[in-house]
Antibody, heavy 119, light 109 residues
Framework: QEQLVESGGGVVQPGTSLRLSCAAS????????MHWVRQAPGKGLEWLAL????????YYADSVEGRFTISRDNSKSTLNLQMSSLRPEDTAVYFC????????????WGQGSLVTVAS | SYELTQPPSVSVSPGQTARITCSGD??????VYWYQQKSGQAPVLVIF???KRPSGIPERFSGSSSGTMATLTISGAQVEDEGDYYC????????????FGGGTKLTVL
């Protein structure tokens, strides 16, 4: 049974950094691309970043490129999102999601981790 | 930046057919995926590659795509199908950026 569990969310001040992690189990993690997607309170889904199965390819949304970094550790079946220069508008639930293949589309999602950026 | 456009809401009575559209300039060249999200839950993939249904998704869910518009059809909508639906695709350039539509709230009552 596929399982994705996000961690690392919380309340942080504007301008600071935060690292989210996603622990994967129940599937061959190193065979699939992985995504980060967020959802601001009461808003729609926003795709943030995608990393290929071997980590060699990384793609970002315009809204986070240069501030957020996606990475993975296939030996630990873990996906990460390093977020810096956080802004109040980054407040959202952050989901990690498994790709159908390498760089196609999400097919299975975690339950999300809430990040609140406020002073 | 690339955008996918969905109607904000669709409402049908139980047993009727619900159609949710998604328009985007790159859709003639790119697959569309559809996700269902119920309140407080993570999204669930209901259609992939325009018209394929993942295992476990009821047959009443179907997808199609023609030109710059894709459509998610729920034939004989049930009360349990209420929720938000999002289309997803990528633009036609080499940027490899992905995007979700703004979402459509489906009401079945």
């Amino acid at each position: 049974q596929e399982q994705l569990v996000e961690s690392g969310g919380g309340v942080v001040q504007p301008g600071t950094s935060l690292r989210l992690s996603c622990a994967a189990s129940g599937f061959a993690f190193s065979s699939y691309g992985m995504h980060w997607v967020r959802q601001a309170p009461g808003k729609g889904l926003e795709w943030l970043a995608l990393i290929s199965n071997d980590g060699s390819k990384k793609y970002y949304a315009d809204s986070v490129e240069g501030r957020f970094t996606i990475s993975r550790d296939n030996s630990k079946s873990t996906l990460n999102l390093q977020m810096s220069s956080l802004r109040p508008e980054d407040t959202a639930v952050y989901f990690c999601a498994k790709d159908q293949g390498d760089v196609a589309a999400p097919d299975y999602w975690g339950q999300g981790s809430l990040v609140t950026v406020a002073s | 930046s690339y955008e996918l456009t969905q109607p904000p809401s669709v409402s049908v009575s139980p047993g009727q057919t619900a159609r949710i559209t998604c328009s985007g300039d790159a859709l003639p060249k790119r697959y569309v995926y559809w996700y269902q999200q119920k309140s407080g839950q993570a999204p669930v993939l209901v259609i992939f590659e325009d018209n394929k249904r993942p295992s476990g998704i009821p047959e009443r869910f179907s997808g199609s795509s023609s030109g710059t518009m894709a459509t998610l059809t729920i034939s004989g909508a049930q009360v349990e199908d209420e929720g938000d639906y999002y289309c997803y695709s990528r633009d036609s350039s080499d940027t490899h950026r992905r995007v979700f539509g703004g979402g459509t709230k489906l009401t079945v009552l």
